[in-house]
T-cell receptor, first 110, second 113 residues
Framework: QQPVQSPQAVILREGEDAVINCSSSKALYSVHWYRQKHGEAPVFLMILLKGGEQKGHEKISASFNEKKQQSSLYLTASQLSYSGTYFCGTEIQAGTALIFGKGTTLSVSS | EADIYQTPRYLVIGTGKKITLECSQTMGHDKMYWYQQDPGMELHLIHYSYGVNSTEKGDLSSESTVSRIRTEHFPLTLESARPSHTSQYLC????????????FGEGSRLTVL
């Protein structure tokens, strides 16, 4: 039931782009994306709902392919502040508990 | 800013002790959750609650127990702590019918010697 994230880690220079994928073997109601910096709590980025549109947040956007049960997080023109671990969380029905993937560690250097 | 609080933030105790990790939220959220996370590792769901007097076990088997007597309070208890319980415990909450966003507390880092 745990979603599968890839890649496990990404190393970027400032200004480069990255894509993080999250896939599930089960039909999903929603996919959440969170970022966690070292020593801090995870912070919500965005939620993609079944039948919903692609979301965006500044230079971070995401999509949800219902046919493949796969979501992708797009980080454009990365900044140092983007460094951290990105988790996708999946929900199989509205209101059920979120199950998180293993995370993708993103390191952005100058 | 999230209004969800966890205490203690850090706890070092000996094996066999009983401990309770407190979690409180002032947002009136009906759903609350406990996740266990080892440093740099994934978040494992160990308990959740959909409202007062409702508690369920999560995907990761845990020897801890929880209670939900009040909407705002969701404490986690370990009757007899062991070194294998050493981890960070994150509490989270959200509201039915809201945006779906999970609000996390700062976490309680437990070390059992």
């Amino acid at each position: 039931q745990q979603p599968v994230q890839s890649p496990q880690a990404v190393i970027l220079r400032e200004g480069e782009d990255a894509v993080i994928n999250c896939s599930s073997s089960k039909a999903l109601y929603s996919v959440h994306w969170y970022r966690q910096k070292h020593g801090e709590a995870p912070v919500f980025l965005m939620i993609l709902l079944k039948g919903g549109e692609q979301k965006g947040h500044e230079k971070i956007s995401a999509s949800f392919n219902e046919k493949k049960q796969q979501s992708s997080l797009y980080l454009t023109a990365s900044q140092l502040s983007y460094s951290g671990t990105y988790f996708c969380g999946t929900e199989i029905q509205a209101g059920t508990a979120l199950i998180f993937g293993k995370g993708t560690t993103l390191s952005v250097s100058s | 800013e999230a209004d969800i609080y966890q205490t203690p933030r850090y706890l070092v105790i000996g094996t066999g002790k009983k401990i309770t990790l407190e979690c409180s939220q002032t947002m009136g959220h009906d759903k609350m959750y406990w996740y266990q996370q080892d440093p740099g590792m994934e978040l494992h769901l160990i308990h959740y609650s959909y409202g007062v007097n409702s508690t369920e076990k999560g995907d990761l088997s845990s020897e801890s127990t929880v209670s939900r007597i009040r909407t705002e309070h969701f404490p986690l208890t370990l009757e007899s702590a062991r070194p294998s319980h050493t981890s960070q415990y994150l509490c989270a909450s959200r509201r039915t019918g809201g945006t779906g966003e999970l609000f996390f507390g700062e976490g309680s880092r437990l070390t059992v010697l």
